[in-house]
């Protein structure tokens, strides 16, 4: 819907669960990280340099999530104003910076990831077929990097949309039905 036919009455409820959303979209994609990093010490730790470049990134990682979730939280003074039905911006801080230096920084360490590993894995001793199993399987890593750059790109649309309910969805022309609808 256009942000001009949305009833007034479903802005508080979808503020509240934008809001909520993002807290809970942080939280999962550091545990995710967290998880990976503490992998990675279990099984590529035969260096020192190894084991302070992953702890680096874990203080990184939980020092970007607590900066991040702190912001998203207390964005608003007080916390409802978030969803208030007539927000005053002057109540609020800008959090548009925030998701460029967290959707960066995810990238950034996704890379790191797959950089860290490949050298690793191609130092193993195990059949040529296992380790190209396993090369495809860290180079899967690429995904999130290709998912979050469109993100981050879908989502600055959304942003510098002044119709963002209606930019925030993809559409199909009214003419041309959908690939699913079309018939055989």
Request: proline fraction near 7%; charged fraction near 15%.
């Amino acid at each position: 819907m256009h942000i001009d036919d949305v009833p007034p009455e479903f802005n508080v409820p979808a503020t509240k669960l934008s809001y909520g959303t993002l807290i809970c979209y942080q939280a999962s994609v550091c545990f995710t990280k967290l998880s990976v990093v503490v992998l990675y010490l279990r099984v590529f730790t035969t260096t020192r340099t190894g084991r302070w470049l992953l702890f680096g990134v874990l203080g990184f990682l939980i020092a970007l999530n607590i900066a991040s979730q702190c912001l998203s939280i207390f964005q608003c003074h007080p916390i409802k104003a978030v969803w208030a039905e007539n927000p005053q911006p002057d109540r609020c801080i800008d959090t548009i910076p925030m998701f460029y230096v967290s959707a960066v920084s995810n990238i950034l360490v996704d890379a790191f990831f797959m950089l860290f590993a490949i050298p690793r894995i191609l130092s193993l001793r195990m059949a040529k077929r296992q380790k190209y199993a396993l090369l495809a399987t860290v180079a899967m890593g690429g995904v999130p990097i290709i998912a979050s750059i469109i993100r981050c790109v879908r989502v600055s649309e959304i942003l510098d949309s002044n119709d963002p309910t209606w930019k925030s969805y993809d559409r199909f022309d009214a003419q041309t039905p959908s690939p699913s609808l079309r018939s055989s």
